[in-house]
Structures are given as structure tokens and as C-alpha cells.
């Protein structure tokens, strides 16, 4: 979809999601009344409105346990009607065996719940065919509602979650670049937590582009933007470690300028690994060089401190120094995960790129071959 048309149906309050229900209702709702009639007809679209999700995957996993559960107690309601009537006694046996095997396979609860709607409806229509149109116009509903999930996504879903995993990283370095006393706390903590929703919001859009059309041509990418951006969250975490250890010590260290220096060395190690794994600019050899001085630094900084404070404050100050150790060594994993993967995309681009070029040298070949037919 394009994005200036998104932005125009959002407007008058037609979401993408809005669009995937009622296209996958209406078109299930139109097989189903063409394959069966109308008798259960309705069953297809309350599925296809009942398990569209965000993402492919949630949808799958919930159509899923409406199938199940519809089974489950469409067959368990068929065995009891047959030897009871509808009542208060046979309801209360078909729930009690039916979500109790249930309960005791540790199906999902989604399923849980469908097995007691199914076998209510399915003991009170006590119909044989009632249970078979059921499953069979839910497994319409919820295909139609899956196809519909893979082809409507976003416009430019995979560089919208690129660019705010980008922007939760810069955000990262310079909410760790504001830690120390003296700099704008305010300003540091929204630094830390808007980089915590955008990390957050970059993974939701990557989930929603897994098993859809517009996610196999970037499928390398989309899996290195995957764990770029789990790497990313780790630091995240180790950031507040050091924030709050930062917190905790004396202001005459914490607002120290080697601290600021050991601060600002690893900032940068994050930032650049945020420009090197998720833009298109050319860091080179610049990262593993930033790792190496910051460690340097670190431990420059650290062995001075050794000979001039006590023993609890250098207790104090060795688990900051901890903290940014680890910090460094997560830049690093990732830079090396990130390397590692590149070789493998563009062994995957060359292969596109010959596949390309054959079909275009059979093409030429057709062509020539049905000139000289004339």
C-alpha cells in the first residue's frame, strides 16, 4: 500500500487493520455461501474478523487454536448428544470433558475457551453436519484472513523498523552520555526511555513483516535488523545497570572528568555500531578501533584509581567499570554478529543478481528465436 494513501484512509479512520478485516470477512463470507450455501455461512467471516492480528504469526497461532478448539469440542458434543438430551446435565458433562482434556494437553487457554463455545452450540443444534461445516468454514476464514495478513502491510514497514531501531540507539548512547552528574538528568532519563520504546516499537514492526510478500526480498536484512536490534535491548539494559551504580556512588567521583571520558568513549561505541548495522554509512574499521581505546581507557583509568581511593570506594567504582566492560563486549558481539552475517547477504544478492541475468539472457533468446521463426 502506498504510504501518502495510508495516511489519507487513517485520516478518516480506515487502519490497515480496519482493511484486513472487512476485505477477508466480505471475500470468506463469499466463498463460504459459494462452496456450501447459506446455512452456516457465517461462521467464515467470524472467523477471519476473530484471528487477524498484527503479524502473521499471531494470526496463524490463533486461527490455530479456534480450529482446535472447534474440533476438540465438536467431538466430544457429538459422542454425548448421542446418548443424552440437551440439558442442564448433559452441558455440565460435555464442559467438564471437554476442557478438561483440554486443560490437562496444555492446549492454549484461546483454545480452551473455543472448545466450551463449540461444544455448547454443538450439543444445542445437535446436528451432525453442524460440526464439519464449522471446522471447514473456519479453516476458509482463517486462510482468507492469513493471505490478507501477508499481502496488506505497512508502506515501507521494513525501513520504518530500521530507522527507529537507528534512532533508539543514538537515543542509547546519549542517554549513557548523560548519566554522569551535572548534565541534564530530565533530559537523560526521556533519552533512555523513548530509546526503550523505539527499540520496542522497531521489534513489533519487525513481527509484523515475517511471513508476508514484502518480507522475502529483504529477508537477510530483516534477520540481521532482528538481531542487531536484540543487541541493542541488552545494552539497553546494561545502561541502566550503570545508571543506577552511577547513582549510588559519590559526587566527586560520579561527576569526575574520566568518568565523563569513559562515559563519552563508550557512547560512541554505541552510536557507531547503531550507524554501521543499521544505515548505510561507511564505518569501516572505526568501531573495533573505538572498542580498543575505550578499553584502554578504562583500564588506564581504573589502575589510577587503585592507588588513590579506598577500598569501598574503589568497591564502588569497579562495578561501574564492570558494567561498562560488559557494555563494550555486547558492541563488540554484535559488531561480529553483524560482520559474520554480511558475507551470507551478499552471497544471497550475487544469486539474485545471476538469476536475474539468466532470465533476462532467455528472454533475449525467445525473442531472437521468434524473429527468425518469421
Known sequence: MHEGLQERLEKYGFSLYMIRVTLAASISWMVVHAIYGGEFSYFAPLAAILITQGSVRASLEKGLCRLLGIVLGGTVSLLVGHFMNVGPLSILLILLVGLGIATACK??????????????????????????????????????????????????????????????SLLLADGLNGIAPGRDEAMRAESLKRADELLKASTRKQAELHFTICHLPNRYELSMLKQSTSHLKTMHGYVKEIATEISLLPAHYAASDWMK????????????FGAKALSAADCGSVLPEKLRLARELQ??????????????????????????????????????????????????????????????RLTASSRRHAFTEK
Open 107 to 168: 492446549i492454549n487457554f484461546q483454545a480452551i475457551t473455543q472448545v466450551g463455545v463449540t461444544s455448547v452450540l454443538a450439543i444445542t443444534f445437535i446436528q451432525d453436519h453442524y460440526v464439519m461445516y464449522r471446522a471447514s468454514e473456519t479453516l476458509i476464514g482463517v486462510v482468507i484472513a492469513l493471505v490478507f495478513n501477508m499481502i496488506i502491510v505497512p508502506p515501507k514497514s521494513f525501513g520504518s523498523a530500521r530507522g527507529s531501531a537507528l534512532e533508539g
Open 299 to 360: 583500564l588506564t583509568s581504573f589502575s589510577e584509581l587503585q592507588g588513590n581511593c579506598s577500598l569501598t570506594a574503589i568497591r564502588d567504582l569497579g562495578a561501574v567499570f564492570s558494567h561498562l566492560n560488559r557494555l563494550l563486549n555486547e558492541v563488540e558481539r554484535a559488531d561480529y554478529d553483524f560482520c559474520s552475517a554480511a558475507p551470507q547477504r551478499a552471497l544471497a544478492q550475487a544469486n539474485r543478481a545471476v538469476r536475474f541475468a539468466k532470465d533476462k
Open 261 to 272: 571520558e569513559n562515559l563519552q568513549a563508550t557512547a560512541d561505541c554505541i552510536a557507531l
